[in-house]
């Protein structure tokens, strides 16, 4: 027996494919996932040094970002849109990469498709050019976000050079409460470390409240690690793990399947392994979160009140915080509760999945959403949507007055049309609360599935826990 | 790329802590299919009205701001996403580097694939920068891995030696991975593949 490692150790050194002095350590690449947006001048630079993809068969592509969540039939009207997607699927096909193209029935966020289709698994590195990759990491998954020249890197090599990060224990013990939820254990490590808490790091989540997650929270908690600062979060996998991914679509089956769980099963972190930095959250103390500011790490309990910046020492840190109330025109130490609401959205790659959906339609059955508010319901992917329509979810989402679209990251990011209007606000169950993050001028509150149906119902900030039985 | 050359500049300020990278360059851009243009959409929602009109006060709109080649940000800058429309929109503007007390990952590794230089410098260093006149000018040499004040002082800023012979020499990565083809071969022969996209 060797030194104990870290599953990030293990992943690490599993995937050195050479490490020269003076250059960092050549990493191979298991899965690159490739959309629309991040990967049109990778290509380019392809076909202008006259390289191929070196391995199609560890690259998928699907369309997301700038794709209409508006009925399929109707064109896509943006016409820079329209041709971004095009020359995706024009990519994917001229380079021999599989893809679920605008039309196909499996389209989706890329960070839905991956797991769904079992693409993602254990032990393997996974890039993409986009920084919510590491939502992958929850399936024990070295997984991070990349950029374009990078993209272009793994297309034509399916290596990256890299650089060795630093181990950082994320430990959550305990039992959540009723209407706490995954989203809001990843937006209290958010708030607790901060938006650059995490820089140069690996999170590896543990703990009995970690364990006790679903595939689909897990991955909730592991998609913000970035909100954080961390390129890369993930969990080691155990039977949830297993049990969630046999029988998808690419993952090995029989013999194989047996030999690949038992490689596996050799994952987790080794008794006694040292990580660099730690820190922990109690899950039980934890309520329902929301964030008040402009970015993800400004965020408290929902029974909270907005911080005054007069009580920041930090002069830059306060007039960060003063600027953040002016944007978001919140006044200092009012409460959120009660705070009117314009939009709802409920999608994107950390809460669009058929378990958040379940969750909101939970909240809004029999029940009305205000007629201020417009809220919009978004499935993370073509095969969830269907799914959630077998379950009568839609009827549940249409007779309380919201609106059911096509998958995709929608007014996660506003890339598509789908978007706040200056001034209005939003509770998103989304990642990202930056100024005009979801439209210019638009005002996010981050919050989970069942608190942003409760905001939709009350028309404003509001505490799930009131509405439960 | 092009070499990367010692340079003397006056600054501009944008300081302001965890600026992201929606803010360098808004999402609603990031529809192009090229690298072209991005340096007139820098900042775009604090540069123009709802117009479209340049804000007459937002610093990049000043005339004098446009030939100036570093800007000094408040602390984790590029935090977000992992656009590299960010660093393209930068050294399209006409910045060559970004001082900071630090930046965030992904950020810095694209800055260093597109010849613009993240230098961090320790906090006393960045309040002594910040407290300079409007036409204080700096020197940055990456060889020597110095900024140079205009009191004549310095400070060493770190670069790992790798990106330091990339951007010194203008090699592009991909040229050095593509070199190294006999150890990815052997890697792949050993290498237990459990996915066939193709399939």
Known sequence: ?469 | MIKFTPFSTKIVQIPVDNLDTDQIIPARFLKTISKDGLGDQLFYDWRYDAEGKPKPEFVLNQDWAKVRNVLLAGDNFGCGSSREHAPWALTQYGFRAVISTSFADIFKNNSLKNSLLPIVVDPETHKKLLALPEDAELSIDLASQTLTLPDGSSVTFPVDEFSKYLLLEGVDELGYILQQEESIQAFEAQRHGTLNTLA
């Open chain 1, 1 to 469: 027996m060797g030194q104990p490692k870290t599953i990030i150790e293990k992943l690490w050194d599993q995937h050195v494919v050479v490490e020269k002095p003076g250059a960092p350590a050549l990493i191979y690449i298991d899965l690159h996932l490739v959309h629309e947006v991040t990967s049109p001048q990778a290509f380019a630079g392809l076909r202008s040094r006259g390289l191929k993809v070196r391995r199609p068969d560890l690259t998928f592509a699907t369309t997301d970002h700038s794709t209409p969540t508006t009925p399929k039939n109707l064109p896509i009207v943006d016409p820079i849109a329209a041709a971004q997607v095009k020359q995706l699927e024009e990519n994917a096909k001229e380079f021999g990469i599989p893809c679920f193209g605008y039309h196909s029935p499996q389209q989706g966020i890329v960070h839905v498709i991956g797991p769904e289709n079992g693409l993602t698994q254990p032990g393997m590195t996974v890039v993409c050019g986009d920084s919510h990759t590491a939502t992958h990491g929850a399936f024990g998954a070295l997984a991070f976000g990349i950029g374009t020249s990078e993209v272009e890197m793994v297309l034509a090599t399916q290596c990256l050079p890299q650089r060795k990060s630093k181990t950082f224990e994320v430990r959550v013990d305990g039992v959540l409460k009723p209407g706490v939820t995954a989203k809001d254990i990843i937006l209290a490590l958010c708030a607790k470390v901060g938006i650059g808490g995490g820089t140069g790091s690996v999170f590896e989540y543990c703990g009995s409240a970690i364990r006790s997650l679903t595939m689909e929270e897990r991955m909730t908690v592991c998609n913000m690690s970035i909100e954080a600062g961390a390129r890369a979060g993930l969990i080691a996998p155990d039977d949830v793990t297993y049990q969630y991914l046999n029988g998808r679509r690419f993952v090995p089956k029989g013999a194989e399947w047996d030999a690949a769980v038992e490689r596996w099963k050799q994952l987790p972190t080794d008794e006694g392994a040292t990580y660099d930095k730690s820190v922990s959250i109690d899950a039980s103390s934890l309520e329902p979160m929301i964030t008040f500011g402009t970015n993800p790490g400004m965020g408290m309990p929902i029974s909270g009140a907005v911080p005054e910046p007069s009580n920041v020492s930090d002069p830059i840190e306060r007039e960060s915080l003063t600027k953040a109330l002016n944007y978001m025109a919140l006044e200092p130490g009012k409460p959120l509760l009660g705070q009117p609401i314009d939009v709802v959205f409920v999608g994107s790659c950390t809460n669009s999945r058929i378990s958040d959906l379940r969750a909101a339609a939970s909240v809004l059955k029999g029940r009305k959403v205000n007629p201020k508010v417009r809220m919009m319901v978004v499935p993370g992917s073509q095969i969830i949507k269907k799914q959630a329509e077998s379950e009568g979810l839609d009827q549940v989402f249409r007779e309380a007055g919201a609106e059911w679209r096509e998958a995709g990251c929608s007014m996660c990011i506003a890339m598509n049309g789908d978007q706040l209007t200056p001034g209005q606000y939003s509770v998103s169950t989304s990642n990202r609360n930056f100024e005009g993050r979801q439209g210019k001028g638009g005002r996010t509150f981050l919050a989970s599935p069942e608190t942003a149906a409760a905001s939709a119902i009350e028309g404003a900030v509001a505490d799930v826990r009131r509405l439960m039985p």
